[in-house]
């Protein structure tokens, strides 16, 4: 408000408008026909009418997800991320890049102020900002108490107590990191398990499709009745996914369940939707992916259950544990806004993960510090930056010989960028094509990015690797 009535203009960055259209509405709310609102729904000439707005200072907010940091602001006086941890920052299309790096460059050359909001912020942001720290949570609050539940030797997805306390809960969110009813099949005779045709993965079974589905190419076919290999009809189901779980639910209680992930979030407006049947329920429950814990508002959720903490922490990715925590934490935030309170429950095979307790604390500055201790140790950003190379192709010994051409040319470049070379090393196949990949962190920015980029537009001229194609890029999420 106070860069408004000097002035001046302002961009707010939410992550995703489908999945917070709480956030707009506030926005639209306290600034009424100055806020201009850019995001993917519009039409080409909605969307020139609102930058034509903008342009000519008739309208001075832009409010959008991560592509309304190119907004033609005028005389930008404010820059604001929310929910800075948020991944759908970073755009992994063509062209490639982290709205939040770009919110800091305009800021930068505008003289603007750049605002990060979160409650479980990056490692990196936090050491590199100065921090303003809320008081107390903006609904006044307390965070609820959060239980660790054992889950090894469980074979049901749902602990018991987690099952007690759904009972005992008049309006509750559960989150599971699994679209589908369950993540594979394998035959009970011959041991095989159904694959994409395409890509070194397990095909998803969607049971109200009637179908088997990849999730990284889309590739789908019928759900098999027998084994393919040696004729067996005992086909095995494993694990659940949101599907499953949310049919489970419907069975054990007596309350509407509602599903939010990629499946039902596919039609237009259905997220809107389907949150606000959620909030105007009596009673009910919430199961979705990662999709439930994005900032919704609901006063009157005094449960909130993470079905599998697992699925983010044993991932093989430096960001694993700030993935955790902050999932946990955002789940935690959902629960007990209201006067009533709430509680948490994490279901965890992993217990004693230091990342699970600091979570179950709410202690965000012990994790925080912890983190990034780990980082320098390490070197991971904020202590040097990533830059990824991919080479692929559907012949694998070119796939390979490629990125072993680009570790060639990088290597005798290490040490003008302060950098380290990891790898090359196998990813898995993805529709069709074979995957190699090397990381470089690097100490010297600047320097890597432009050695990687020279030694890659070497490799890559040459006529043998022209089956081969070749991806850079820098702070892989
Ligand atoms: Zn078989
Ligand atoms: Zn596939």
Known sequence: ERTLGRGRGVIVLVPEIALTPQTVDRFQARFGDTVALLHSGLSDGERYDEWR?????????????????????????????????????????????????????????????????????????????????????????????????????????????????????????????????????????????????????????????????????????????????????????????????????????????????????????????????????????????????????????????????????????????????SLIAQLAGRAGRGAQGGRVLVQTASPDAPVIARAARHDSAGFLREELERRRALRYPPFADLVRVVCSSEDRAAARAAIAEVADAIRPLEAAADAELLGPAPLFRLRGRDRYQLVVKAGRRDAAVGAVGAAVDGVAQRRAHRQVAFSVDVDPQ
């Open 53 to 325: 707005r903008l342009r000519t200072g008739e309208a001075r907010v832009a409010v959008g997800p991560r592509s309304a940091v190119f907004a033609p602001v005028a005389d930008l006086g404010l820059v604001v991320v929310d929910e800075e941890h948020d991944s759908s920052y970073k755009h992994e299309g063509d062209p490639r890049y982290d709205a939040r790096r770009v919110a800091e460059w305009r800021a930068r050359t505008a003289g603007a102020t750049l605002l990060l909001g979160s409650a479980t912020p990056r490692p990196e942001s936090w050491h590199q900002r100065r921090r303003l720290t809320l008081s107390h949570r903006v609904d006044d609050q307390r965070l609820p108490p959060v239980r660790v539940l054992d889950m090894r030797g469980s074979a049901h997805a749902l602990h018991p107590e987690t099952r007690r306390a759904l009972t005992g809960a008049r309006k509750s969110i559960l989150m599971l990191n699994r679209r589908g009813w369950s993540n594979f099949l394998t035959c009970r005779s011959c041991g095989k398990a159904w694959e994409c045709p395409q890509c070194d993965v397990a095909l998803v079974l969607h049971r109200s499709q009637n179908a088997i589905a990849c999730h990284h190419c889309g590739h789908r076919e019928r759900v098999p009745q027998a084994c393919d290999a040696c004729g067996s009809l005992a086909v095995a189901r494993h694990g659940a996914g949101t599907e499953r779980l949310e049919a489970e639910l419907a069975e054990a209680l007596d309350v509407p369940v509602f599903r939010l992930d990629a499946d039902t979030a596919a039609a237009k407006d259905a997220v809107a939707r389907l949150l606000e049947s959620f909030g105007a329920a009596d009673a009910g429950v919430l199961v979705g992916t990662q999709m439930v814990a994005k900032g919704h508002d609901f006063p009157d959720v005094s449960l909130g259950v993470v079905v599998d903490a697992d699925s983010t922490l044993h991932f093989p990715d430096f960001r694993a544990e700030e993935r955790t925590f």
